[in-house]
């Protein structure tokens, strides 16, 4: 097999397990990190219930009837290949809102247990990861059909064959990006805090911490989804697995380990403790939102200031205008600092005891760092002596002073 292949083959057979490994951890050895045999593991991999499937098929039936029918202005996308824009919905912030009132009521009339995301934690990750497989196995017949697939199917499976799939004008990867793993995440945070006050009659500082950091950070996602339709999921990624298994699995199941983790873990924060932590997020979320709306009035106005002053940057051969004043003279992804502080900020509110609460941190480093490497040989490539030139201007990639 080649380097093609065997990269998504074992990316496939890792991923997968190691959410079931966390889960276990969590579940069974207090968010220690063991190392359970095969067996054990595969033992722990529970069947889905009918309650399990049952929400989860309710939760995505839901989400598409919003992303077709919530009110919401229409939107053109970034040009295609041939020119054209494809239309989208931009309706996230009306679902957002309706889902979490959705939920509430449901759980505080008691036609959904508040804390049902601790009690189905397991066999609602085994339905999300069967749901995704499918989905992507649906999109790689998809592609056949349409005659995109090429001779590796390990690959064309994995990475996808189609940069839009639509169905009836219903845009898979659109609505999986955002739709049913990022609001789903604010609700399973939510009743790991109601789990946590049925066990204990209590919901500490720590995991009301948690949930607040976590919920401004998926609140503002979709009060500003028009920035969805410019990164680079969806500008340049085909669907297929990577993408629909990282939408529905990863994020709801991997990025709420500090909440689960927190619900049998009461310890109290010291007041300092708790105003440093919320200093952290914040300063983090400045740094972050700021950085990005700075960038983006920039490409729709560059005469338009820059704290203050007309903007400085380089023009390049082909056309682009490379911002090097405001945030973006300080570092070239002074943004993902904002990321990386804010990730921070979530994990310490579990404490030090054990690391598995602070994977988040340790995965965003690895993901942000290889993220820039790709935009820089991307950039590279498009504009030659021109960002060579820019990297000059702009020295730091994320961390100034350090890297």
């Known amino acids: 097999m080649s380097r093609r292949t065997l990269g998504p083959l074992g990316l496939m057979l890792v991923l997968p397990p190691l959410t079931y490994y966390f889960w276990l951890c969590l579940r069974d050895h207090d968010g220690a990190l063991v190392a359970p045999s095969l067996g054990e593991l595969i033992h722990n991999v529970p069947a889905p219930t009918p309650r399990a499937l049952a929400l989860y098929g309710a ?13 919401g202005r229409v939107q053109a996308g970034v040009p295609l290949a041939d020119g054209s824009r494809l239309p989208y919905r931009l309706n996230g912030w009306v679902s957002f809102w309706v889902s979490l009132a959705a939920a509430l009521v449901a759980g505080a009339a008691g036609v959904i247990p508040a804390g049902v995301a601790f009690d189905e934690f397991g066999p609602l990750l085994t339905t999300a990861n069967l749901i995704a497989g499918a989905l992507a196995l649906g999109l790689y017949a998809q592609g056949r059909r349409a005659g995109s697939t090429t001779r590796d199917p390990i690959h064309d499976y994995f990475m996808g064959t189609t940069l839009n799939p639509r169905l009836r004008g219903f845009d898979l990867k659109y609505f999986c990006e955002s739709r049913p793993g990022l609001i789903l995440w604010v609700l399973f945070d939510l009743s790991l805090a109601a789990a946590q006050y049925e066990r204990h009659g209590t919901v500490t500082t720590a995991m009301l911490l948690v949930n607040a950091f976590q919920f401004l950070y998926v609140a503002d996602y979709f009060f500003h989804e028009e920035a969805i339709l410019t990164t680079w999921d969806i500008k340049h990624e085909k669907f297929g697995w990577m993408l629909a298994w990282g939408d529905l699995v990863w994020v709801p199941f991997t990025y709420t380990i500090q909440a689960y983790y927190l619900v049998d873990h009461t310890h109290a924060l010291s007041p300092a403790a708790t105003a440093g932590m919320v ?7 400045a740094i972050f939102r700021a950085s990005n709306i700075q960038k983006h009035r920039f490409r729709r106005d560059p005469t338009r200031p820059v704290w203050g002053r007309p903007p400085e940057y380089i023009r390049t051969a082909v056309g682009s205008l490379l911002l090097t004043s405001g945030w973006w003279g300080i570092a ?32 965003m480093i690895v993901l942000l760092v290889h993220r820039e490497r790709r935009d820089h040989d991307v950039c590279r490539a498009k504009y030659g002596a021109d960002w060579d030139a820019y990297c000059r201007k702009v020295r730091w990639r994320i961390v100034p002073g350090v890297y």
């Open 59 to 71: 939760w995505l039936a839901s989400q598409i009837v919003l992303q077709l029918w919530a009110p």
């Open 332 to 363: 070239r992804h002074l943004n993902y600092l904002g990321d990386l502080a804010m990730a921070l900020a979530w994990c310490l509110p579990t404490g030090l005891e054990h690391p598995l609460p602070y994977f988040y941190f340790a995965y």
């Open 279 to 285: 200093a952290l997020n914040m300063a983090g979320y």
